[in-house]
Structures are given as C-alpha cells and as structure tokens.
C-alpha cells in the first residue's frame, strides 16, 4: 500500500521535470527561428512590412482567384422556377450567366478594396493579433467591411450597366411575367448581392491563408512574410 502511495507521487515529480524541459526546448526553437529570420534578410523582424507583404500578395491572388459559385438572390430563383419547370429556361440561363460573370469581375476591385483598408491594421497591439488564428482577417472585418461594401457596391452596378445587364434583367421579367412595383431597384439589390458575395469570397481567402500561415509560416515564399507569422506565434 505504501508504495502504491508513493508511486504516482514519484511519476508526478518525474514528469514535470520533463514538461518543463519540453517547454523550455520548444522556446529555444522558436528563439533560433526568429535569430534565423532576421539573419536571412538582414535586421530586426520588421511586422508591419511583414504583415504589408501578406496582405499585398494574399490579395492578389484573391483578387484573379477562381471565382465562388453564385449564390443566386432567393427572389430571383423563385420567378426563375416556373420558367424552368416548363422549359422555357432561356431568359433565366442567360440572367445566371451574367450575374456569374459579374461574380468574377468583382473580386479584383473587392480585393483591391481590402488591400486599401489592410493599412489601418494596428501592427503594435501584439496581443490583439495573437488573439486568434484569423485575429488580422476579423479585425480588418470589423474595422471596414462595412464601408467597403459601401465603395463596391457602385462599382458594380456600373459593370453591370456596362454589360447590359438592365436588358437581360428586362427579358427575364417579361419572360417569368413578373409584376415588380420597382424593376430598377430590385436589379440594384441582386447587383449589390453580388457585390456583397465578391467581398465575402476575398475574405475567405485571406482567412484561409491567414490560418495556413500561423499554423506554418514556413510556408510563406517570402522571409519577411515567414518572419512576421513566427512574430505572431
């Protein structure tokens, strides 16, 4: 009885020695990490050059990334569903395929847009950035996404106009014998529908990236990018 009373006392006074010494070796990796990463580019971790960096490229490939599938607006799909149950489909194929490629044409400016605001992330509040695994991608969420839907929204009721969208939208109406009080403004409200899934789309991107680089930063074709995620660790 006695020693089973002292055994597990006697594991516990073994193992936390060996926890601290994991701890302590864990430490002196990432330690040697960061000396390793200002020795490849010459200098002090510079975060907010890094963090510049991501957001710069990150959203550059958001931006010429395959586009998401359209969500198509719940209104429209339900005038679209008599069209198509009695194959007369025409009107509603050729709507889709517009909104699909007014999709596409907005995640440039989408992302364009979310690298302008990307220079108003506070890169001295360490503990704000390390608060989770998406802290840069939520904080320039709630930061800006509302003014940025703000600024795309014209954007692409001007590509749209530009497409002749208002004629395909006019043949689909007549088409599904719709009888809207405002044809106009329900258009600008599937336009701006479109423009809110293109912001949406470049926010996933750079939350997936986000992520992929905290968990690996190593990842990064960039030192300074590398440098700045280990920064964040």
């Not at 991501?54 to 010429?64: E, K, N």
């Not at 025409?90 to 847009?113: F, I, M, N, V």
């Not at 998406?134 to 509302?146: F, I, M, Q, V």
Request: aromatic residues 6%; proline residues 6%; glycine residues 4%.
């Amino acid at each position: 009885m006695k020693f089973k009373a002292f055994f597990p006392a006697f594991l516990l006074c073994v193992l936390v020695p060996v926890a601290d010494a994991q701890g302590v070796f864990a430490k002196a990796i990432e330690k040697a990490q960061r000396t390793a990463d200002q020795e490849s580019y010459g200098g002090e971790i510079n975060l907010p050059d890094g963090l510049a960096r991501f957001f710069a490229t990150t959203l550059s490939a958001a931006g010429t990334s395959e586009p998401p599938p359209l969500v198509m607006p719940s209104g429209v799909v339900k005038l679209a569903e008599p069209l198509i149950a009695s194959g007369k489909r025409e009107s509603a194929d050729a709507l889709a395929s517009q909104l699909k490629k007014l999709l596409a044409d907005a995640l440039p400016p989408a992302a364009q847009a979310l690298q302008g605001a990307s220079a108003s992330i506070a890169t001295n509040e360490l503990a704000s950035l390390r608060a989770s695994q998406n802290a840069l991608t939520d904080g320039l969420r709630k930061s800006s996404e509302s003014k940025l839907r703000e600024e795309l929204r014209p954007l692409v009721r001007q590509a749209a106009e530009s497409a002749g969208l208002d004629a395909t939208w006019t043949t689909f109406l007549t088409a599904a014998d719709a009888k809207l009080a405002n044809p106009k403004a329900a258009l600008s409200a599937v336009e701006d529908q479109i423009a809110d899934q293109a912001l949406e789309h470049v926010f996933k991107v750079l939350a997936r990236q986000e992520r992929i680089y905290r968990a690996h930063p190593e990842q990064a074709e960039d030192k300074i990018v590398t440098a700045a995620f280990r920064t964040l660790k």
